[in-house]
């Protein structure tokens, strides 16, 4: 049973537009969201993170929206640039259980 | 500061071989993980340490993985008697708590012919 879903698999951006990546939980217990970034070759970097008790976390042009009611959280990235072209996972965990979305490949185009 | 290194960045085997895996994880951090990335797919959970003991080894494919973690520092992913599907990148992640975020290394691309 996937923990986390995550959609789209894909998407493609023009640059200067705002990219979103959702994921969706089941698990109320989950107390930690974190989103990574990964290029090829490279590993996973954490990139922004939130937990539950705050509904927005902003950092830069990246943006988490956590909706709690509906088990819900999404990656906004606003001004979207050719470099921000990579995969992207969503995570959720809670004391040692971590699980991963399946990742969105993320194309930004000139 | 120093990031999780992990060494060979890459490794072309044949089948049937012994291979090695190291991680370094970043200093004082307890937690440390290996996950399995196959081309284009997601993070598979292989193992987790918490200092030397491993509390949870359920993500282990078979019985010829195993894992060890000394001195509270470096672990060593071990494959015995590779097969071709265990062609991936081996990562190794490491982590101040359980409960928090976890710093990824480059990874290890395995091949095995």
């Known amino acids: 049973q996937q923990q986390v879903k995550q959609s789209p698999q894909s998407l493609i951006v023009q640059k200067g537009g705002i990219s979103i990546i959702n994921c969706a939980y089941e698990?109320?217990?989950?107390?930690?969201f974190p989103w990574y970034q990964q290029f090829p070759g490279k590993g996973p970097a954490l990139l922004i993170a939130i937990r539950p008790d705050v509904s927005e976390k902003k950092e830069g042009r990246f943006t988490i929206s956590f909706n709690k009611s509906a088990k819900q959280f999404s990656l906004h990235i606003m001004d979207s640039q050719p470099g921000d072209s990579a995969t992207y996972f969503c995570a959720a965990s809670s004391g040692n259980q971590f699980y991963f979305g399946t990742g969105t490949s993320l194309t930004v185009i000139p | 500061g120093a990031g999780v290194s992990q060494s060979p960045s890459n490794k072309v085997t044949e089948k049937g071989k012994d291979v090695e895996l190291r991680c370094d994880p970043i200093?004082?951090?307890?937690?440390l993980y290996w996950y399995r990335q196959s081309l284009g797919q997601g993070l598979e959970f292989l193992i987790y340490?918490?200092?030397?003991?491993?509390?949870?080894k359920s993500g282990l494919p078979s019985d010829r993985f195993s894992a060890e973690r000394t001195g509270g520092s470096v672990s060593t992913l071990t494959i015995q008697r590779t097969q071709q599907e265990d062609s991936a990148v081996y990562l190794c992640?490491?982590?101040?708590?359980?409960?928090?975020?976890?710093?990824f290394g480059p990874g290890t691309r395995l091949t095995v012919t």
């Open positions: 992640a490491s982590s101040s708590a359980p409960r928090g975020g976890r710093y």
């Open positions: 698990n109320t217990a989950f107390d930690y």
């Open positions: 340490f918490q200092g030397n003991s491993a509390p949870d």
């Open positions: 200093s004082g951090h307890t937690a």
